[in-house]
């Protein structure tokens, strides 16, 4: 079944406030993972449970039902590297507008492409055998980044960064952008650090946590999505670059209360 745990693990709940109208869509071949997830997550107190194989249209079924957070199960019958399926569903669900947080369930044998999933728009991956706790704990915390209690807004260069809906806002053209999880943490992080700059290891450990295998490349390939989206908008710099340090251009102006989204893995 790819998951162990214990009783002592389940009974490690969380706030019902935490889960409370929130929609689950777990995207997982095997039967029996899929069916038992649905209910200890459904224990857990998430509103909504959709569990589907990957032989549904996935793409179509995210915009129907706009999950809060997404599981993306490994299909370990999949050997070719260049069709892997996470991978590719990363994009799709991406490219669909879609920013809920994608968690990959991964196999021992793909855990090398953990780093291509989060390329390709994953939020974290975890190998199989899953642990329970371990999974609900990473849940817990994606979630709780992505429905703080307080707002947060900062404006540059005529363009405002709602880090808490994870919108770029332009006044101006008055149109906005959306904003992924990460993409939200990363400008958070910076403007938390500003005026100083922030190494490129030293963001990648804080936004993404000791997971294997990954290198700054990971981090690059979110600044250049990010910085696209901002160009859209204006030709300032927004985000500077010196040597392996990124930081925030000129001053910031903070427009709502700050909330802080380090947190830990453990």
Known sequence: MGLTATM????????????????LLIIEHDAILNSFLKEQ????????????????????????????????????S???????????LCAQIRKKGIYAPIIVLLD????????????????YYISKPLRFSELLSIVRSLLRVSTPNQTFVF????????????WLISNVANTKIALTEKEAEILLFLFEEHPKGVQKDCLL????????????????????RLRKKIKDHTNEPIILTHGTTYKLADNPKKMGQGISLNFSWE
Request: charged residues 35%.
């Open 205 to 224: 450990r804080e936004i993404w946590g000791l997971q294997k295998g990954l290198s700054t490349h990971t981090l690059e390939t979110h600044i250049y």
């Open 78 to 88: 999949e050997k070719n590297e260049e069709y892997f399926l996470e991978t590719n």
């Open 8 to 23: 002592q693990e389940f009974s490690d709940t969380i706030s019902e406030d935490t889960f409370a109208h929130k929609k």
């Open 108 to 123: 021992k044998a793909h855990e090398n492409l953990g780093k291509k999933c989060l390329d390709a728009g994953a939020d």
């Open 155 to 166: 404006e540059l260069f005529g363009l405002k960064f709602d880090l808490t809906s994870k």
């Open 41 to 76: 997550f459904r224990k857990e107190g998430f509103e909504e449970i959709f569990g589907i194989s990957k032989n549904e249209k996935v793409s179509e079924l995210v915009l129907s039902k706009l999950p809060d957070l997404i599981l993306l199960g490994c299909d370990r």
